[in-house]
């Protein structure tokens, strides 16, 4: 028979020692794990407080921005008041106002013509550039010219903006459409490539075309009169929405004389 083990008290005291070893390593590892945790949320409350204070800066620099610039605003509001700026913005509106339904001699209404003339006249300065031509009566001329070719023209005015400001000139730019009933004549002058084209021709003659328009009006600052008047025209845009299509609107784009300035002169159009 084999010897009983007796547990001595030395066998006691290693396996005791052995647990308490155990003991204090998994306490150190679990004292490690909450001083990360603490740090874990120290470092988070840290970054709330730290985001709160951003976001909080944020805000307060937006509406000091929002009142600087409200303060901009208003010292250019007395500036361009000073400047005659809105001055220059009326007249404008009333050219386009009593432009609305064209210009011509021809009408009935003889008196509305004539007070269009005597308005072109204090309105622009006497040499004005009316895209490279010189003259007030080069605009009553571009008028004329679209009375004679549109059976009726009506300007739709979108718009009217400060472009520029200095204390030589003050620039506004418009915004506009331009609505014209084309007519017969209008196609074979201004699109005589369409002749051999009889169905586009019929979607031309008798309808409406929708002429995107922006027109640059330079003030003098000092007289307040219009020194130069620029405007294009995008003659491309309203055929492709006229037609429906690219292919239809390239065509009748061929050798056209309808070009983005709009400047048509009467007297170098062959009659058809």
Same mark, same amino acid.
């Given at each position: 028979?084999?010897? &009983? *083990?007796?547990?001595?008290? $030395? ?24 001083? %990360?945790?603490? /740090?874990?949320?120290?470092?988070? /409350?840290?970054? /709330? ?5 951003? #976001? ?6 937006? %509406?000091?921005?929002?009142?600087? #610039?409200?303060?901009?605003?208003? %010292? ?15 007249? +404008?509106?009333?050219?386009? *106002? ?9 009408? &009935? ?42 059976? @009726? +023209? ?6 009217? *903006? ?6 030589? $000139? ?14 017969? +004549? ?25 002429? &995107?328009? %922006?027109?640059?009006? $330079?003030?003098?600052? #000092? @007289?307040?009169? +219009? ?14 929405? *006229? ?27 062959? /009659?058809?």
């Amino acid at each position: 028979m084999g010897q &009983p *083990h007796l547990v001595t008290f $030395t066998d006691r005291s290693q396996r005791h020692m052995q647990s308490a070893t155990a003991m204090s390593i998994a306490d150190r590892m679990e004292a490690r794990r909450a001083k %990360r945790r603490n /740090r874990s949320k120290i470092s988070q /409350r840290k970054y /709330r407080a730290n985001q709160k204070a951003s #976001n909080t800066q944020l805000v307060e620099d937006v %509406r000091a921005l929002e009142m600087n #610039n409200l303060r901009l605003e208003a %010292r250019l509001s007395v500036l361009h008041e000073r400047q005659g700026v809105s001055q220059c913005i009326a007249a +404008v509106s009333q050219y386009l *106002h009593l432009f609305e339904f064209g210009y011509s001699r021809a009408r &009935p209404d003889v008196d509305l013509a004539a007070q269009q003339e005597a308005f072109v006249y204090n309105f622009a300065v006497s040499n004005i550039d009316f895209n490279g031509k010189v003259g007030v009566q080069a605009i009553l001329d571009q008028w004329a010219t679209y009375d004679a070719l549109f059976e @009726s +023209v009506r300007i739709e005015c979108l718009s009217i *903006h400060v472009l520029t400001v200095d204390e030589h $000139t003050i620039v506004l730019e418009t915004d506009l459409f331009m609505h014209v009933l084309v007519t017969n +004549v209008a196609v074979q002058v201004l699109f005589p490539r369409l002749a051999r084209c009889p169905d586009l021709v019929a979607k031309m003659v008798d309808s409406k075309l929708k002429l &995107p328009l %922006r027109i640059i009006f $330079t003030h003098n600052a #000092n @007289s307040h009169r +219009v020194a130069r008047i620029q405007a294009t025209a995008s003659v491309a845009v309203a055929l492709v929405e *006229h037609f429906k299509s690219t292919e239809e609107a390239s065509e009748a784009l061929r050798d056209a004389l309808l070009d983005d300035n709009l400047l048509l002169d009467l007297q170098n159009i062959p /009659r058809p």
